[in-house]
């Protein structure tokens, strides 16, 4: 069992910078992949990033040159690093941890970006 817990949102004015943190509670942090998803009013929740337990990093089209995710295995913790944000990127924002067949979430996080 893994417990997420996400920090860091809030309201930023549009072309700023927020840093989103998830602390992980739980066995073999290191062994789970760990990513990011959000979602918007009216939309379904989708992928932002994520990195594998090798530290290999992928991103969606809409945030890639933009957004950084990292890990840090001994403090069992995730973040994203979200620069030059848009309106666009206003949503829920979800931490999530996965191994195998097994998801867990934590309980978001809302990032609001102003025009």
């Known amino acids: 069992q893994v417990q997420l817990v996400e920090s860091g949102g809030g309201l930023v004015q549009a072309g700023g910078s927020l840093r989103l943190s998830c602390a992980a509670s739980?066995?073999?942090?290191?062994?789970?992949?760990m990513a990011w998803y959000r979602q918007a009013p009216g939309k379904e929740r989708e992928l932002v990033a994520e990195v594998s337990s090798a530290g290999t990093t992928q991103y969606a089209d809409a945030v890639t040159d933009r957004f950084i995710i990292s890990r840090d295995n001994a403090k069992a913790t995730t973040s994203l690093q979200m620069n030059s944000l848009k309106p666009g990127d206003t949503a829920v924002y979800y931490c999530?941890?996965?191994?195998?067949?097994?998801?867990?979430w934590g309980q978001g996080t809302q990032v609001t970006v102003s025009s």
């Open positions: 739980g066995r073999s942090f290191s062994s789970y992949a």
């Open positions: 999530n941890a996965r191994f195998g067949t097994r998801y867990y």
